[in-house]
């Protein structure tokens, strides 16, 4: 594949015999200039208008490597908004970098349908000791041949202030962060994982941009106050001088999908995204995505992660709605995660009922134009007629862990035995699959908040936020500091725990899972009929997917529990039971090997699991 099918107009484009077209959108400013610093010297260009604000320039004697800044109105040396590279970070000049000169080697990967994603969610810098993109490398077989994931989903990875940082306070949108290895990084592990046979997703960030090293208001209305989000500005999407602003965006989800090959987009919190525009920039995304896709000949998805619960974001632009391939089902990890840990503070006082989790497997959406506790109002609206691969379900995420107080994992609040519950409950679902780094074998590492601002005022107001919060959850103990790098270095994952007794044995089960998922066409995401019959006494769920060839089994009581119910003529071979020694169960306890009688009585133990197939 090509990778100058889309070519960015603004920034710093390097053309032939050592030179580079500069082109930035600064409309707040009189004049520009292009600074060249190298050492103790300084070349500087002026830059001529092209109108609507936009000043541009052509320079030779730019080779890629060469750093440089855009002067305004003569007074201040800012990087480049649409910068590729930021080798001294968020204050330091931007680099040139030349986006054909990496060698891929990828032009055998033609994609995978979204059907087929089991995504396993990453963050970069605590996925290994090192934390950068070249230490992922190794462990890819780890992820595609011993565990059966088939996509990683790479938190956000701009250039963020400091060394350390979840990726939502980017503020280099083009730049991927120095620290874990800069574009050639990023590169090389999305050319790896291709060649491994894993699609690639990359988080990013539409909804604000980050404090430290924002200079975007110097150039331009990037921002609004007409809105606001819970991490600051809104971004303009709709006011005056809104084209310019809705272009970066757009320019930057292209640039990701044909520069570095990614194969899908998680939208982040598109709920803070705010455009009362005739179409909405999440509708104006899909189109120009759609279009690359054609001319890559390869399938490209968008994913919103949204707590609005609307089926508008996912819903086809025929019935009104933006098209967008897929979108996080918070409901489904909310009712599961009530179920097996009896927790009903915050949003979780709308869930914890066995139906509710019934609603999630058949539905999607659970508070779906229902009153919610929590919000007091109705919220939602349900969704109708879209296939079950239009959500992406999980029993932990980075949120759900990194939003406690102490980052506790669901390893840390459940039982071993209800772990495996929540693995079945969303392997063998009918949505797409998410797991979080290190869940596969019950890592204890917490996912902790951590930062690294080297604004000392902002580091402060980051602590007194941590602060606040914890209070209001009624919190008395110890809270971790988030600028300090324990912190950060306690959230690291040790994947050699997953040897260890208890922890090799969840890690078989989901081996397990997964290899029975993508082994058996009924199912894959989206495939067939679901039903689901409830047992409220008994706290058990039996889903019958495949046309009703598939049973599975889930205990959410911590006590041993009866069923009686009714099957369909036939014989029905067990091919998976969470008692199993080798998924640390107690033999004495399992399930019958095969079940031939129409009516059928099953003694389950707590947080029991089991699949049954009805034979030819």
């Known amino acids: 594949m090509a990778s100058d099918l889309f070519t960015l107009s603004f920034g710093a484009n390097p053309i032939e015999n050592g030179g580079t077209r500069f082109r930035v959108w600064a409309p707040f400013a009189k004049e520009a200039e292009v600074h060249l610093p190298d050492g103790k010297t300084l070349r500087a260009a002026p830059m001529e208008s092209a109108g609507r604000g936009c000043f541009e320039a052509i320079l030779e004697g730019t080779p890629p490597g060469t750093r440089y800044l855009f002067r305004l109105d003569r007074l201040k040396n800012r990087p480049d908004p649409y910068s590729r590279c930021q080798p001294q970070g968020v204050h330091g000049p931007s680099q040139i970098i030349d986006p054909n000169a990496f060698d891929w080697s990828d032009s055998d990967w033609n994609g995978i349908p979204i059907e087929d994603f089991i995504i396993y969610e990453l963050h970069a810098g605590t996925f290994t000791a090192p934390g950068t993109f070249n230490a992922i490398l190794p462990r890819l077989n780890y992820l595609k041949n011993q565990l ?94 809104s084209d310019f602003v809705r272009r970066f965006v757009i320019d930057n989800a292209l640039y990701w999908l044909t520069e570095y090959h990614i194969d899908a987009l998680r939208l982040d919190a598109v709920h803070a995204i705010y455009d009362f525009s005739a179409k909405h920039i999440l509708r104006e995304m899909k189109e120009e995505v759609e279009k690359t896709s054609r001319r890559l000949n390869k399938p490209i998805y968008l994913i919103a992660e949204s707590d609005l619960n609307d089926p508008k974001i996912i819903d086809p632009p025929e019935r009104g709605g933006y098209g967008l391939d897929a979108q996080w089902n918070d409901d489904y990890h909310h009712c599961l995660h009530t179920l097996l840990t009896r927790e009903r503070s915050g949003y979780y006082r709308d869930f914890g ?179 689901v019959e409830r047992f409220e006494d008994e706290q058990c769920l039996v889903i019958k997917r495949g046309e009703g060839t598939f049973l599975i089994f889930l205990s959410f009581n911590p006590n041993p529990a009866s069923l009686s119910l009714r099957l369909s003529p036939g014989t029905w071979e067990k091919r998976l039971d969470s008692e199993e020694k080798i998924f640390g169960g107690n033999e004495g306890r399992l399930l019958p090997a095969a079940l031939r009688e129409v009516e059928v009585g099953l003694d389950l133990s707590p947080y029991q699991a089991a699949v049954y197939n009805r034979a030819p």
């Open 148 to 241: 059966g994931a088939t996509a990683i989903e790479i938190m956000p990875a701009p250039q963020f202030p400091g060394d350390r940082n979840w990726g939502y306070d980017g503020v280099y949108l083009f730049a991927p962060h120095s620290g874990y290895g800069g574009p050639e990084g990023l590169k090389r592990l999305v050319n790896a994982c291709h060649i491994a046979g894993l699609a690639v997703i990359l988080d990013v960030v539409y909804n604000h941009v980050g404090l430290e090293g924002n200079y975007l208001r110097d150039f331009g209305p990037y921002f609004t106050e007409k809105y606001r989000t819970p991490w600051g500005e809104a971004i303009n999407y709709d006011g005056a001088g």
């Open 353 to 531: 009922r066995l139906d509710q989790m019934g609603r999630a497997i058949t539905d999607g959406f659970v508070i779906a134009g229902a009153y919610s506790y929590y919000r007091d109002r109705i919220h939602g609206r349900a969704p109708s007629g879209l296939p079950a691969s239009k959500f992406i379900i999980f029993a932990q995420n980075h949120d759900q862990a990194g939003n406690r107080i102490l980052g506790e994992r669901l390893s840390a609040l459940a039982p071993f035995e209800a772990l495996k519950t929540a693995a079945a409950a969303v392997l063998l679902s009918p949505n797409i699959p998410l797991l979080f780094m290190g869940e596969e074998y019950g890592d204890p590492a917490p996912f902790l908040f951590f930062t690294d601002y080297q604004d000392p005022g902002l580091a402060e107001r980051v602590r007194r936020g941590r602060r606040e919060e914890a209070i209001a959850f009624g919190w008395k103990g110890a809270l971790p500091d988030p600028q300090a790098e324990e912190t950060f270095l306690k959230s690291k994952i040790d994947l050699a725990l997953r040897y260890q007794e208890q922890n090799a044995a969840l890690f078989s089960f989901y081996r397990k899972l997964l290899s029975l998922r993508k082994s058996e066409a009924a199912l894959r995401a989206g495939a067939g009929k679901v039903s």
